[in-house]
């Protein structure tokens, strides 16, 4: 029997019982379309939060305090006994590498801020002028903190959108004093909104001199500091150089870790994804179960149609062409299905994104061809055992069944 | 040189402990171009026999040559082979395939031998016209009457051309009068030259027959080849 022969028989035998294959095409599809769905949530996960990381600043170097296992990324790090203080002197002295392009140092303190009666909470982040630069601040009104040395305690804050918003309300800020903690600060800048950030919400920070807040809180620990490489190509030899020489400044003690942002992205991307890959991974059992159907459907199919079997023996058909019909009409079955679910997929994450346009819902290409993949090759695989049934079927029992 | 030569058949079916021995050493020989009615009592073996000389069953003993060639030790792919050249069936209850129209049934045995497109539709164009079903092409079976459905079935079991044409009860499921077209058909199709070979209840068919075979319990009981006086029945 031809090729194309076989398809139009199994296309026709498909479509004479409408209901049936629709149920199975139709349990193929929700499998295809739960996978595209479910990794694109994930995926889309992954991309929000690496966009969110790309939004600190480019080519940054960030050195904290206390010494990790791996030298990687360890959130752990975050409750580690620091052994050696970061200090300011430690951040001026990675000024002098060469593939250094700018060093910030950060303190960060909560207190509050208060102006005629207003009073509210706010995060102190104590740093320099570089900090704007390094992670791309603008300002809206004045200026960003005086470029001077850092060890300088000059009584200014520059403060973010909701912090001036929330204290000042219509009133202009820059050029007021507020008081911030015991301390009397003038306002010589206010930040444009910068929105949700990873970790501190800028808009709702009062950044000051590194050495005010350091004596406001009597304390010259740095909470990290940012290191800006001088080019992408630099960073890891940027790394590599603040770490030689902090360890050497620290009397030959490790005692602390340089990750770069590349490294961070990378442990959250390889998290982020590893996450996506478990979702299609359960949504895939899904595909298993319509693969299941379309056998149960399919030996339905074989036994409702003995007699045509046995019709198509005594007509010559070997085992063989018998065998190749019924498995068309399964691959047909799947592969429609999976088509159709991939449109559906492809559909619901349209409707995610309009829903939610700050979540880049994309199904990743992998999970796409994964997905078609595995329906197609459920669906034949699950397709052979009821055809090779039909193809040994024995002719002259399979007639009395007209 | 005989077209079909049975020696020392044997067919035994295995019920739990009993056995049925449903053809029991039959030795038949039958020629090219014959016109052979197979009779007897129900139960008696008739459709068992029909279906070893269609190769859709093997004998449990003797062999079977057709045109010469011992076909009981062919692999199933070259009995298939056999079958949709050489043999033409046609059925009590039609066995027409639902869901194809008149013309894609006609034209199901030259696909299943890979036969071209333009190859088939030419010959079942034929085939409708040889056998006045012309203006029935794109019907389905359940919109033909018994007679049409018989005569597709007639067209389908010959559109191979084959050598033998064998029917098992034609004529069991239609009136008296479509009967008689139907097996009005199939005798000028033997007189085209195709041996037939019938199975049949109805002595008045029979007779019309220039062979009798009568079966009982799996034997050959008459021949009447071999005993031309013998009475009929
Ligand atoms: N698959 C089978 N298993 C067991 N016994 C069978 C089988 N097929 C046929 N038989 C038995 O073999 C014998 C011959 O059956 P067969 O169908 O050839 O009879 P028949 O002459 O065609 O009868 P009828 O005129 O009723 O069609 C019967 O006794 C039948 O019960
Ligand atoms: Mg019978």
Known sequence: MRFADILRFARDAAAGYPLRTFLSVLAMAIGVAAVVVLTALGDGARRYVVGQFSSLGSNLVIVLPGRSATGGFNPANAITKTPRDLTNDDAAGLLRLVPVQRVAPLFVGNSEISVGGRLREAVVAGTTASYFDIRNFEIAQGKVLPDEDWNRVIPVAVIGRKIQEEVFGNQPAVGQFVRLGDRRVRVIGVLKPTGQGLGMNTDEVVFVPVALAQSMFNSSTLFRILVEARGRNQIEDAKREVLTLLKARHGGEEDVTVITQDAVLATFDKLLRALTAAVAGIAAISLAVAGILVMNVMLVAVTQRTAEIGLLKAHGARGRTIRQAFLAEAAMISVVGAFAGYLLGQLGAFMLRKAFPVFPAYPPDWAVIAALATALTTGLLFGIMPARRAARMDPVQALMKY | ?233
């Open chain 2, 1 to 233: 040189m005989a077209l079909i030569e049975l020696c020392g058949v044997e067919r035994v079916f295995h019920l739990g402990d009993s056995t049925v021995n449903a053809l029991a050493r039959i030795d038949v020989s039958i020629d090219s171009g014959e016109y052979v009615a197979i009779m007897g009592p129900s139960g008696s073996g008739k459709s068992t026999l029909l279906n070893l000389l269609g190769l859709l069953d093997r004998p449990d003993a003797g062999t079977y040559r057709l045109e010469g060639r011992d076909v009981t030790t062919l692999s199933p792919d070259e009995q298939a082979a056999v079958r949709s050249r050489r043999i033409g069936f046609v059925f009590q209850s039609f066995h027409l395939v639902p869901r194809l129209t008149a013309a894609e049934n006609i034209a199901l045995p030259m696909m299943l031998a890979g036969i071209a497109a333009s190859e088939r539709t030419r010959r079942v164009d034929q085939a409708l016209k040889d056998f006045g079903l012309n203006q029935r092409a794109d019907h389905r079976p359940d919109q033909l009457s018994g007679g049409q459905r018989q005569r597709v079935a007639i067209a389908r079991a010959t559109i191979m051309q084959p050598a033998v044409l064998l029917a098992d009860e034609p004529t069991g499921n239609l009136d008296r009068t479509t009967g008689d077209e139907v097996i009005h058909l199939l005798e000028t199709l033997n007189a085209g030259g195709v041996t037939l070979i019938i199975v049949t209840h109805d002595p008045k068919l029979g007779v019309r027959a220039r062979r009798q075979l009568v079966m009982e319990d799996g034997a050959l009981k008459h021949d009447s080849a071999r005993l031309p006086d013998a009475p009929v029945g």
